[in-house]
C-alpha cells in the first residue's frame, strides 16, 4: 500500500518534461507552450515564460506524459525495490504539474544561455538561483514610479559686466589744442608796448613763439608785432619773424647755429629788411638754472624801400638764458653785435632784456616784463637808438 501510495504522489509530479536544447548548448528542463516560425514559448520552473527566437533554439525534445510514467516507475522500481509493472497505474494525469527540472551544460562548457545567469560551482543536482527576468509583458509587475530628484536648483547668474566706457579722445594739444605744432612747447604773448624816441608812445604789443627741442639741438620760430599811432594820426607797424636752428653734440659743449629773420618797419630809412646768418657757438655754463652761451658767425641782410642794397655782415652774440634766480622768477637776456664787414666802423646792436613772473605752476602763465633796445650807426642822428618796453601775460600751450 506504501508503494501503490508513493506512486499516486509521483504521477502528478512526473506528468511530463520537455528538453530544450538553446544555440549556445545548453539544455532547459521544461514544458514548451508553443513552437512556430516565430520562435518557441517555454515555462521554465525558476526562469518563468520564456519566449525564444527561432535562431537561439538547437533542438526541442518533446516527452509524453506516458514517459514520463513511465519513467517514474522505473525510478521507483529502482529506488525502492518494488516490482510494480507500469500496467497497474492508472496513466491518465489530471494535473499538468512538471517535474522539478536541472538546467544541464555540455562537459566542459562554461557559456550561458542568453538571458540566464548560474552561479559558478554549483552541482547538477542543485537549483540555480538567479534573477527571474522579464519573461512577459504580462506576467512582469508594473514598476513603481521612481521618485522623481529635485531638481537642483539653477546657480545665480554671474552677473554681467558693464561695459568700460570709451576712453575720451585726447586732446590734439598744440596750438590752441588744433593738432597745430602738437609736439612744439608753444606760447602766445599779449600786452602792452611803448616807445622811446622820436616820438613817444604806448600801444598794443603780441608775441607767438613755438619750439621743438631735443638731445640733438632744437629748432624755434618767433613772430613779434607793435602797433602805435603817432602824434599826427599815422600809424607805425613794425613786426619781425625769425626762426632759429641749433645742432648741438651731447659730448661737447660747442653747437652750429643759423638765423633767418624777415623785419618790416614803416619808419625807418627802409621798409623791410630780411637777414640770414650762421656761425659756431659753444656753451660755457649750464646748471643750477642757469645758462650762458656765446656764438660768433657770418651773415648779411638787404633792405628794400627807399634804399635797396645788401649789406655783409658779421655776427657776435651773446646771452644769458633761463637765469632762475628762485622758483617763479627768470631772467633772460641776451645782445648781438652786427659788425658791418663793408664799411668797417658801422654797427648795428639789439639788446633784449626780459623778466618772467610765474602765475601759474600748471598752465605756465607768465607775467613778463621788456625792454628791447635797438642801435643802428648808419641811420640819421636822431633816429640811432630806439627803445621799446611791453608788459605781456604769456600762455603755453
Not at 659753444?282 to 638787404?302: I, M, P
Not at 632762475?324 to 645782445?335: G, L, V
Not at 653785435?337 to 602765475?359: A, C, H, I, M, T
Request: charged share 25%; glycine share 8%.
Amino acid at each position: 500500500m506504501a508503494a501503490w501510495f508513493a506512486v499516486g504522489v509521483c504521477v502528478p509530479v512526473t506528468a511530463r518534461a520537455d528538453t530544450l536544447t538553446l544555440a549556445t548548448g545548453e539544455t532547459l528542463v521544461g514544458i514548451v507552450v508553443s513552437e512556430g516560425e516565430e520562435g518557441v514559448v517555454f515555462d521554465h520552473p525558476l526562469l518563468g515564460r520564456l519566449e525564444l527566437e527561432p535562431a537561439a533554439v538547437a533542438s526541442v525534445d518533446r516527452e509524453t506524459a506516458a514517459e514520463a510514467l513511465e519513467d517514474s516507475f522505473e525510478k521507483l522500481d529502482t529506488t525502492e525495490g518494488l516490482p510494480i509493472a507500469p500496467s497497474a497505474v492508472n496513466t491518465e494525469v489530471t494535473s499538468p504539474a512538471a517535474p522539478t527540472p536541472l538546467l544541464e551544460f555540455p562537459e566542459g562548457k562554461e557559456a550561458e544561455p542568453e538571458g540566464v545567469e548560474v552561479e559558478a560551482g554549483v552541482s547538477d543536482e542543485t537549483q540555480v538561483e538567479t534573477p527571474e527576468p522579464a519573461a512577459h509583458p504580462k506576467d512582469q509587475p508594473e514598476p513603481k514610479p521612481e521618485a522623481q530628484a529635485e531638481p537642483e536648483p539653477e546657480p545665480d547668474p554671474e552677473p554681467v559686466a558693464e561695459p568700460e566706457p570709451e576712453p575720451a579722445p585726447e586732446p590734439l594739444g598744440g596750438f590752441f589744442n588744433t593738432g597745430l605744432l602738437a609736439d612744439w612747447k608753444t606760447n602766445i604773448s599779449l600786452g602792452l608796448s611803448g616807445f622811446t624816441g622820436e616820438n613817444d608812445r604806448i600801444d598794443f604789443y603780441g608775441r607767438l613763439s613755438a619750439k621743438q627741442s631735443d638731445e640733438r639741438g632744437f629748432i624755434q620760430l618767433n613772430a613779434e608785432a607793435f602797433y602805435a599811432e603817432t602824434p599826427d594820426g599815422s600809424a607805425r607797424n613794425e613786426g619781425r619773424v625769425e626762426a632759429t636752428k641749433r645742432w648741438t653734440n651731447p659730448q661737447t659743449q660747442w653747437f652750429v647755429f643759423s638765423t633767418g629773420r624777415y623785419q618790416y618797419n614803416r619808419l625807418k630809412a627802409w621798409d623791410e629788411r630780411v637777414s640770414a646768418y650762421a656761425g659756431l657757438g659753444r656753451t660755457f655754463v649750464k646748471k643750477d638754472g642757469l645758462e650762458f652761451s656765446a656764438e660768433v658767425g657770418l651773415g648779411g641782410n638787404y633792405e628794400f624801400g627807399t634804399v635797396n642794397d645788401f649789406t655783409p655782415e658779421a655776427v657776435f652774440g651773446a646771452s644769458a638764458v633761463a637765469w632762475q634766480f628762485t622758483p617763479r622768477q627768470t631772467i633772460k637776456a641776451k645782445t648781438t653785435l652786427y659788425p658791418n664787414l663793408e664799411f668797417l666802423g658801422d654797427l648795428r646792436v639789439e639788446s633784449d632784456l626780459e623778466w618772467r613772473l610765474k602765475l601759474d605752476a600748471q598752465t605756465d602763465t607768465l607775467l613778463k616784463l621788456g625792454l628791447r633796445h635797438e642801435y643802428e650807426s648808419r641811420d640819421h642822428e636822431d633816429e640811432r637808438s630806439d627803445l621799446k618796453y611791453f608788459a605781456a601775460v604769456e600762455f603755453s600751450f
